[in-house]
């Protein structure tokens, strides 16, 4: 049976907004080519990033432990003109077969590798994953990893995934302690700040990892920047084609959002809401 893991549906969730291919075009602002290269899309959901990436000319494996899921991918993207091969594997376990891809997608997935084996720990089991994608890749492949920031004001108030009060806020074991006490349940959602998320990268073997800011999440970007500035955000603004995009992916104090952003930014504090990392694999001497 396949394991109840929470994704976005992307074959029916804010259809109008061209997830995949916004995603798939601010990579190649930010110099990560995509055709005619191997790309794998580990925990691919719905596949709107495997399909974009086929459409803009990548040879694409998408990886996801629903069957139901994958089947939905393949369907879509044959009647897009652009085939995904799909593979359906455990992220903690590898992906068996695929190990020249030039780039890894890594999207939204590693905040829930904590509900996968609730014998271990939060922080090795995403590991193992990172560990996945690192498998996955030739020397000097790229890992292209999103996810949340800790240190986001919102979610250090309530915790994004579990609605409880400052959890995410408290050490591991004492949010733990809280989140059973509270719901029976243990906390094992962890989301981390830039800086930690690239020290689990270079952990399992990744020698640099170039941080991004989205503007103003990764799963709606309109933009991705080093260090946001107020031309950034003027630019975030513009790029959106409908005001129902506009709605859905700058929100109704997106402003004040993007503005924190920049003014933390001056400051040289790495808060925004998510945070989008290239880390590239090692190259042998």
């Known amino acids: 049976m396949d394991p109840e893991v929470p994704v976005r549906d992307d074959a029916t969730e804010l259809p ?26 580990l925990g691919a959901g719905f596949g709107s990033l495997s399909i974009a990436a086929a459409r803009a000319g990548a040879n694409v494996v998408a990886v996801d432990v629903h069957t139901r899921r994958l089947g939905e991918i393949a369907a879509r993207a044959d009647a897009q003109g652009a085939p995904v091969r799909v593979i359906r594997a455990n992220l903690l376990e590898g992906v068996p077969g695929v190990r020249d891809a030039d780039i890894a997608l890594l999207i939204g997935v590693v905040e829930y590798a904590g ?15 990172f560990k996945t994608a690192h498998d996955c890749l030739r020397p000097g492949g790229q890992l292209v990893f999103a996810s949340k920031n800790r240190l986001w004001p919102r979610f250090i108030v309530k915790d994004v ?20 006490r509270l719901d029976g349940v243990p906390y094992r959602h962890h989301i981390h700040s830039p800086r930690a998320w690239g020290r689990a990268m270079h952990e399992v073997g990744f020698d640099s990892v170039d ?40 929100g109704t104090i997106g402003s004040l959002r993007a503005a924190l952003m920049v003014a933390c930014a001056s400051l040289r504090l790495p808060i925004s809401h998510s945070v989008v990392a290239v880390a590239t694999k090692q190259v042998a001497p």
């Not at 990764?218 to 991705?224: S, V």
Request: proline share 4%.
């Open 16 to 41: 109008t907004f061209r997830r995949g291919e916004r995603v798939i075009d601010l990579l190649k602002d930010a110099g990560i080519g995509f055709e005619g290269r191997n790309v794998v899309d």
């Open 115 to 129: 509900l996968w084996d609730n014998q271990a720990s939060v922080a090795a089991l995403q590991r193992r994953v």
């Open 161 to 180: 995934h579990t609605g409880q009060a400052f959890v995410n806020a408290l050490p591991r074991r004492v949010a733990n302690h809280v989140s059973l």
């Open 211 to 250: 941080c991004f800011f989205p503007f103003l999440s990764y799963q709606l970007p309109l933009r991705l920047a080093r260090r946001p500035t107020l031309e950034d955000m003027r630019l975030a603004r513009a790029c959106v084609e409908t005001k129902e995009e506009l709605a859905n992916a700058w």
